[in-house]
């Protein structure tokens, strides 16, 4: 009985200690998006808004790090002006400062981004601008963290100093530049 449980624990352990080989094609690597990285697209003259840092291949999609900055926004009296991204998804944490996010609601004013823009290009997909109100209205501030569908409304309300953040934007149709790094870190 003895013998049978050692060979039983040996033939488990060798299969714990089994590492498959990749498949093809399967990503073997890790991508870094350091601080100085982000902070660099983030302090860089040139770009707007938001600025993608990194667009990531991670298999059977792709992920995209960007980092967004607002300056102060006066209260807009319960209506946002903001954008839709259709298939890409966003994930906020907020970096500092903060204010108020309003998502989903009922939409109006549609304006639908140039399908050649760096925002559907490069950023987030297809895309449109759209005036919104009635959504969720949060307050968001440095530590925080916001998940925004693809598809869902998303804009600020009021911002009163500044609000910073990154945005991780898992990619599912691989809409996104996979490979593409921000020429001011390349």
Request: glycine residues 12%; contains cysteine.
């Amino acid at each position: 009985m003895t013998k049978v449980l050692l060979g039983c624990a040996v033939g488990f352990a060798a299969a714990l200690l089994t590492v498959p080989a990749p498949a093809a094609g399967q990503i073997t690597t890790a991508t870094d998006v350091t601080a100085e990285e982000y902070m660099a697209v983030r302090n860089a003259p040139e770009g707007g808004v938001d600025r993608q840092v990194k667009v990531v291949d991670i298999g059977r999609s792709n992920v995209a790090v960007g980092i967004l900055h607002r300056d102060a926004l006066e209260p807009t009296g319960g209506t946002a002006r903001g954008i839709v991204h259709t298939l890409v998804t966003e994930v906020y944490y907020v970096v500092s400062g903060g204010g108020t996010l309003m998502t989903g609601g009922t939409i109006s004013e549609r304006r639908d981004i140039p399908a050649d823009s760096d925002i559907v290009t490069v950023l987030v997909g297809e895309s449109y601008r759209a005036s919104a109100e009635g959504g969720q209205v949060r307050e968001v501030s440095a530590g925080d963290i916001v998940v925004i569908p693809g598809g869902v409304f998303h804009g600020w309300t009021a911002i009163p100093d500044h609000v910073t953040y990154l945005s991780i934007r898992p990619d599912p149709d691989k809409v996104l530049p996979a490979g593409w790094v921000n020429p001011v870190i390349r």
